[in-house]
């Protein structure tokens, strides 16, 4: 089954942190630009983070840049999206989808060839 699946989210104080953890099963990764999305409620979905096949090159959203770090492990099959310093107004669902590119340019409207279920963070006092 082609697919991916994240893991790492829950409920965490501001200031907290996380690691999502995202693995690609039944492909391979290393072809794919991969990125990371999150959707609140009552919000359209945006795009945080991307990180291209090899992983010399990344992209933050403006209001993550400082505390979010994207790395992959293609040996592995794996992304992650570690988030430092929480804050409420990140709370939502995320989700990593593999872009049908290399790199990340444009990753947010370029076609995606798999989305993961989504895993809720939770950013609450």
């Known amino acids: 089954q082609l697919q991916l699946v994240e893991s790492g989210g829950g409920l965490v104080q501001p200031g907290g942190s996380l690691r999502l953890i995202c693995v690609a099963s039944?492909?391979?990764?290393?072809?794919?630009?991969i990125g990371w999305f999150r959707q609140a409620p009552g919000k359209a979905r945006e795009g945080v983070s991307c990180?291209?096949?090899?992983?010399?090159?990344?992209y933050y959203l403006d209001s993550v840049k400082g505390r979010f770090t994207i790395s992959r492990d293609n040996a592995k099959n794996t992304v992650y999206l570690r988030m430092n310093s929480l804050k409420p107004e990140d709370t939502a669902i995320y989700y990593c989808?593999?872009?049908?590119?290399?790199?990340?340019?444009?990753?947010?409207?370029?076609?995606?060839?798999?989305w993961g279920q989504g895993t809720q963070v939770t950013v609450s006092s």
């Open positions: 990180i291209d096949g090899n992983g010399d090159s990344t």
């Open positions: 989808a593999a872009i049908r590119n290399y790199y990340c340019s444009g990753f947010v409207s370029k076609r995606k060839d798999y």
């Open positions: 039944g492909f391979t990764l290393d072809y794919y630009a």
